[in-house]
């Protein structure tokens, strides 16, 4: 998705605001920008340029995403949150960000945290700056979060408040933030639209809770046993029955399961007594001898299978056939009997 605001004017199925506007009064930016985002004080620092703002909002359950910008410098305040948890990211500029005690500069690279229990203040746009506001209802990631620590959660999450956004988990949660607003902002008919905006909404709760450090970061350690690793395991399990023949990539599965590709390893180990890759593969084999024993015995037909099932050199498919069901591919496509096709079930099972 570009930087640019997003488009359209038509709202999005389902989503519970879509709201666009600009204007030069401060009295009307301060009221439209409460009902959207939170009541605020507002107050003009550069007073050499006329003040100006744009903004677009729009609504997808617990997650807002909007787009912010002003013509020039201000100051910002905000009393406690209350009831949501907000995530800034300037795409173009900068601004600086103080919760509580604590302050952090936004820039391209790095989102800005702030939460439900603190004032904030937010101080910029003496450049040129279009931010990109996510807010979250704090229900809804506090139960994120007792649900992948199968506890209760009785207080508010303490988010460090800075994010850095250039490599790992916090990139690939922007990415799904970003995947979500060129979802929400495209007009068009799009199938299964609500099905794919729901699953980005918990993706990027999930996301989060993973991405950024806070102080149950602990207990959701890659290297912890506190998060269930039985939940990121049967996620990835599910997501591999699903589309063994078109996964590209081990960090596809680990994106899938929302956690980190080491994590995801080593919860495969302790859980299964494998890796995801020898999973995949062997998951793959089973499919295709259940294709070899429905198959007419022709010519290729055993390279076409291989390559179907994600197998690119026929002779690796072959050995790795043969270790596997103590038969080749030719034998199987021959036999008169069809023994027992699948060692791993069709879905996971408990």
Same mark, same amino acid.
């Given at each position: 998705?570009? %930087?640019?605001? &997003?488009?359209?004017?038509?709202?999005?199925?389902?989503?519970?605001? +879509?709201?666009?506007f600009g204007t030069r009064e401060i009295d009307e930016a301060l009221i439209v920008g409460s009902q959207v985002w939170y009541p605020h004080s507002l107050r003009v620092l550069d007073r050499t340029r006329p003040f100006g703002v744009q903004s677009h909002a729009v609504s997808k359950g617990p997650v807002t995403l909007g787009w912010l910008k002003y013509n020039g410098e201000i100051h910002l305040e905000t009393g406690e949150l209350a009831d949501s948890y907000q995530v800034n990211a300037p795409v173009t500029g900068t601004f600086m960000l103080t919760y509580g005690r604590q302050s952090a500069l936004g820039n391209p690279q790095r989102a800005v945290i702030h939460g439900p229990t603190r004032p904030t203040t937010i101080e910029g746009w003496g450049e040129p700056t279009r931010m990109l506001g996510v807010k979250i209802?704090?229900?809804?990631?506090?139960?994120?979060?007792?649900?992948?620590? %199968?506890?209760p959660v009785s207080q508010a999450i303490n988010f460090e408040n800075a994010l850095d956004l250039d490599s790992g988990p916090p990139r690939e949660w922007w990415s799904l933030v970003r995947q979500l607003a060129g979802c929400?902002?495209?007009? /068009?008919?799009?199938?299964?639209? %609500?099905?794919?905006?729901? +699953?980005?909404?918990?993706?990027? &709760?999930? /996301?989060?809770?993973?991405?950024?450090?806070?102080? +149950?970061?602990?207990?959701?350690?890659?290297? /912890?046993?506190?998060?269930?690793?039985?939940?990121?395991v049967r996620r990835a399990a599910d997501f591999m029955h699903a589309n063994a023949a078109s996964i590209t990539s081990l960090a596809e599965i680990a994106a899938h399961a929302n956690v980190g590709v080491r994590a995801l390893q080593l919860g495969f180990q302790r859980s299964l007594g494998t890796t995801p890759t020898t999973y995949l593969r062997d998951l793959r084999l089973d499919r295709a001898r259940e294709d070899l024993a429905a198959s007419d015995p022709e010519l290729g037909v055993v390279a076409r299978t291989a390559a179907r099932w994600g197998f690119a050199h026929p002779g690796r498919f072959a050995m790795s056939y043969a270790r596997r069901f103590s038969e080749s591919p030719s034998e199987t496509l021959h036999a008169v009997s069809r023994l027992p096709s699948s060692s791993i079930s069709a879905g996971w099972t408990q």
């Open positions: 998705m570009s %930087d640019t605001e &997003l488009p359209g004017a038509t709202e999005p199925q389902r989503a519970t605001k +879509s709201m666009r209802d704090r229900h809804a990631l506090e139960a994120e979060l007792a649900s992948m620590l %199968d506890r929400l902002a495209d007009p /068009g008919p799009t199938p299964n639209r %609500d099905l794919l905006t729901d +699953s980005l909404v918990r993706r990027i &709760l999930r /996301g989060l809770l993973l991405a950024a450090h806070h102080d +149950s970061s602990h207990e959701l350690d890659d290297d /912890g046993r506190g998060v269930s690793e039985y939940r990121a």
